[in-house]
């Protein structure tokens, strides 16, 4: 994250050092500082893509080996507690969230420190400029925190929905021969779509917000 935040200031330090006042050899320096940092870049970039992909891949293998363990655990006593569908939900959905969180951690933390790179370096150039990213990325986390609270709970609403529905899945595979035994598969299936496209719905809605 921080090598990204390079190539700019090295390509206006070829412009101002060697383009505008022709000197060919500090030009040349600085185009050799830019092809080196954009070499270095791509080289971090698939590092940095395995190693997320590593990261994601263990959360989501090691929640699932949790969550299996502890619904052994529970044994008889797990339907009591929680449904089907809930941890049809927890093992693929929450997964899956888990990994996804533990994937935007890393590039997360080098946001920072490449914030706190690009002011110093915007120091050196204009000081106005440099306090405005100083205080304008704060007051911009400060004012987007209630829209992301609204987020979260719009997220929350959606996930239990995906519970519901998944339970609901799951007991008409469960019933599905007593269900075709007293005609009411087509009843079950029908609202099943109905569910399912109450939650595509709500799905569409969460992605607005």
Known sequence: MVCLTLPPYLLSRAIDDGLATGDLAVLTGWVAAVLGTGVLNAWLAIMRHRTMTRVRMDAAFRTAHVVALQAARL???LPRKVTAGEVVTIGFGDAAMMSATLTVTGPGVGAVLAYIVVAVLL???SPVLAA???????LLVVL???LLGRLRGAETAYRAGQGELAARFAD???GLRVLNGIGGKDVYAARYRRGSQELRERGYRVGGR
Do not use: Q
């Open 123 to 125: 120091l050196a150039v």
């Open 172 to 174: 008409i595979v469960g």
């Open 132 to 138: 405005v990213v100083l205080l304008g990325v704060p």
């Open 75 to 77: 044994g008889a006593a």
């Open 144 to 146: 987007l925190g209630p």
